[in-house]
């Protein structure tokens, strides 16, 4: 712990490489890891994706919709939220311990366990014990898939990766669709497979040279971060702001090293009321809330019956939820180019506005279709639904993971998203459960224009609040929280 930065940059054959000419070999190198987390969050994609179609197919089969009751129905769609909150406490202190890499092969075992079960599976009940232990998968996607992506990367590939993260799981959902629409739907228990062998690659992977920090194992970060970043002047200047931050957060934490449990608790409440804790805490809770309230994953939870109440027509349901889930990726996929020019908060907030314009559009539409003002066109309906998804999927479904992992610190990033995934998974959970009793309490127009108003009022807050953090280094955002006076200008950008 008493090696200094200073010491492990004096390697002669490392200080010959700092200056060189930067090469595509840390790019691939990240693209490797990250892209295990870009499966296993297709895989995730695939879980969410499947009741959508099982349970059609299932009663059809059956030929009787009393085979899966309504109640049955919304516990096949949600239970993996609940299923999700003891993994969640479970796995952050798992990756504080033993770092990000080994959690993510557990993950990854459960997961295989999980689609064998779902494969095999000729009940219902079979079918809810699979999606029950597809909540530690679920757990990860906040408490590890963000982590590992977020450090991992480099700050210039950082938001694209995080980006392409949260895209795949539509292009997962899909796939399930579209399995489920054309083949039996046992088949999206092989796609899952294949992905799950694809994640073994993780055998291979250097452990996170934050995590390494962080625990003082200054030169195991250094070589891990040279392996994944390079030697670049941009990659040691980094390495140099993490190593040194890391070193001081340690000191600090061995002069005030606590005994007593009185002291503990003190610090506790210390830690709870730093505003580089509750802050960026607050604005992810703010942000995860926009992301369930837009409606956009009931949307696709429950596409196929949405679409038939409003078009009256199966077949149409049928293709109006491919279609829909089609342009989701494509919104997702020009989200991840605009990523590139546009500023985060930016993207997050135009997008969102566009978005829940179409929400209250909707929802007069449909009410002046109840009232007999217009008549029902299904052309208009799914169009209209379209364009909602397009523009909620360049923002508020793609920005989340970047933001997550940029502006919660590194020190309370366990305890942070510890809390924020509790709530994500229980809030997204009881959306889902509670969603097809909003539908018919307030029925379709009235539904609509609750998503509608729940989500300006997290926008509203959003504008007010959050920062940007393209392209800033995790330290520079640190910065900004905490404003110390030597980070005036850092702040000032940040808030452009």
């Not at 998804?389 to 933001?403: A, N, Q, R």
Request: overall charge positive; charged content about 15%.
């Amino acid at each position: 712990m008493e090696c200094g930065y200073s010491e492990i940059k004096m390697d002669e054959n490392m200080d010959q490489r700092i200056n060189t000419t930067r090469s595509w070999t840390p790019f691939f190198r990240q693209l490797f890891v990250c892209s295990g987390a870009w499966v296993i969050y297709f895989v995730l994609g695939l879980c969410f994706g499947a009741p959508t179609v099982f349970i059609p197919q299932i009663r059809k089969e059956a030929n009787s919709s009393e085979i899966i009751s309504t109640d049955m129905e919304s516990w096949l769609t949600s239970v993996h939220g609940y299923s999700a909150l003891p993994f969640v406490v479970m796995i952050p202190i798992f990756t504080q311990y033993v770092g990000r890499k080994i959690p993510f092969m557990v993950v990854n075992a459960t997961t295989i366990v999980a689609f064998i079960v779902f494969y095999w599976s000729t009940t219902t009940m079979q079918l809810l014990i699979s999606e029950i232990l597809q909540g530690m998968l679920l757990a990860s996607n906040m408490t590890l898939l963000i982590v590992i992506v977020t450090e991992y990367s480099s700050p210039r590939y950082r938001g694209v990766f995080t980006t392409i993260e949260s895209s795949i799981f539509f292009y997962g959902v899909w796939v399930a669709n579209a399995i489920g629409t054309w083949f039996h739907w046992k088949n999206i228990g092989i796609i899952a497979f294949i992905g799950c062998a694809y994640c073994l690659s993780a055998f291979f992977w250097p452990e996170s040279p934050s995590w390494l920090a962080l625990k003082g194992r200054f030169e195991e970060c250094a070589a891990s971060h040279h392996w994944l970043k390079g030697y670049d002047t941009e990659s040691e200047k980094e390495l140099e702001s993490l190593i040194n931050s890391q070193k001081a957060y340690l000191k600090s934490c061995e002069r005030h090293r606590v005994t007593s449990y009185k002291d503990k608790l003190r610090r506790v409440v210390e830690v709870f009321t730093t505003k580089g804790f509750y802050q960026p805490l607050l604005l992810g809770v703010a942000v995860m809330s926009l992301y369930h309230f837009s409606g956009k994953l009931v949307c696709t939870m429950y596409a196929v019956e949405l679409i038939r109440q409003i078009t009256k027509s199966e077949y149409t349901a049928f293709m109006g939820m491919l279609i829909l889930e089609g342009f989701t990726i494509l919104g997702m996929q020009v989200g991840c180019v605009l990523s590139k020019y546009l500023k985060r908060r930016t993207l997050l907030l135009l997008f969102s506005a566009i978005g829940i314009t179409f929400l209250y559009i909707i929802s007069l539409y449909l009410y002046l279709i109840k009232l007999g003002v217009v008549n029902e066109n299904k052309i208009v309906s799914i169009l209209l639904m379209i364009v909602f998804s397009v523009t909620i999927s360049i923002g508020p479904m793609i920005v989340p993971s970047s933001l997550f992992g940029e502006i919660i610190f590194l020190r309370y990033k366990s305890a942070s998203l510890l809390i924020l995934t509790l709530y994500s998974e229980l809030l997204m959970a009881t959306v889902l459960k509670m969603s097809p009793h909003i539908f018919k309490v307030f029925t379709l127009h009235g539904a609509f224009l609750f998503y509608a108003v729940s989500a300006t009022i997290f926008s509203i807050i959003l504008y007010k609040y959050l920062p940007e953090t393209k392209d800033k280094t995790l330290q520079e955002i640190e910065e900004y929280f905490i404003k110390r006076p030597k980070s005036d200008k850092v702040a000032k950008e940040l808030i452009e």
